[in-house]
């Protein structure tokens, strides 16, 4: 049985053997939000909305975890421990396009076809934060936004410098780059999950394309933001005018507007 959401309809996209449910609603070019661990929590949908109502068509896939489930601890460690072994997405902890990248590239296509526009947009968020920079190797991703980018887990330093992108998808995406193309990226600096390195790492290898919003996490800092602060868009948001987390919203959302509409 498809579960539902409060203005979305609900339907379910197969590729090359996998089969999720996607959540579709507004109008105009599409954006593919990509939920982040424990799954598609309201804080999650209610960024959704908040691009939907800027004109655009939202498309939320369902990769893990049950849709509208309010985010907890444990449903977090839970649904970890299970995407952690899934043949779906292990791959990817070592940098290749797993199973879910070919899926996503998919959905992409099939969203742009139906939806119309010059193109699509993608915003990945914490364990699927990278996943809207793999999908950049297709010509239609005209707007990746990477928020907390966790993946591959920092541990020891090359993972802690890694993109989570394979070494032919990067070549890709530089290329795509050099011809205007560009890609944003959100952390908290205190972040450990998102290492000052991976962000390092996309500035060196995309220069002015790799659009970085990194927002003052360290102790003592004047907006009183934990240092173990996190989910930029979601859980850790203060919709306060004003507020640096308020303001990186703000920015993603023109970011897709100027990139899908030219607004």
């Known amino acids: 049985m498809l579960e539902q959401i409060e203005g979305f309809e609900t339907s379910t996209f197969s590729h090359d053997g996998l089969a999720h449910q996607v959540f579709k609603g507004g109008t105009g070019p599409c954006v593919i939000v990509i939920h982040e661990i424990p799954g598609l929590h309201?804080?999650?949908v209610d960024f959704a909305r908040r691009v939907v109502a800027r004109g655009h068509s939202v498309w939320m896939?369902?990769?893990f975890g049950t849709p509208m489930k309010p985010f907890s601890i444990a449903s977090t460690v839970n649904t970890l421990a299970r995407v952690c072994v899934s043949r779906e997405f292990t791959q990817l902890a070592l940098?290749?396009?797993g199973p879910v990248m070919g899926w996503l590239r998919a959905l992409a296509a099939d969203a742009h076809e139906q939806c119309g526009g010059p193109g699509v947009g993608a915003v990945g968020m914490c364990f699927t934060g990278g996943f809207a920079l793999g999908m950049m190797v297709d010509e239609r991703m005209l707007a990746p936004v990477l928020?907390?980018?966790s993946m591959p887990f920092p541990l020891g330093a090359r993972r802690r410098r890694s993109p989570g992108v394979s070494a032919g998808d990067l070549d890709r995406i530089k290329e795509r780059a050099a011809r205007g193309a560009c890609v944003m990226g959100l952390r908290?600096?205190?972040d450990s999950?998102?290492?000052t390195a991976r962000?390092?790492?996309?500035r060196r290898e995309l220069g002015d394309a790799f659009i970085a919003v990194e927002i003052d996490s360290s102790r003592h800092n004047e907006w009183g933001?934990?240092?173990r602060a996190h989910s930029v868009l979601t859980l850790d948001l203060v919709d306060e005018p004003g507020h640096p987390t308020r303001d990186a919203l703000e920015r993603v959302l023109d970011f897709l507007d100027d990139r899908l509409d030219g607004r």
């Open 42 to 44: 309201p804080g999650v």
């Open 61 to 63: 896939p369902s990769l």
């Open 95 to 97: 940098d290749g396009p």
């Open 147 to 149: 928020s907390q980018p």
């Open 188 to 190: 908290f600096s205190r």
């Open 193 to 195: 999950m998102v290492p």
């Open 199 to 202: 962000f390092e790492t996309l």
């Open 225 to 227: 933001i934990k240092p």
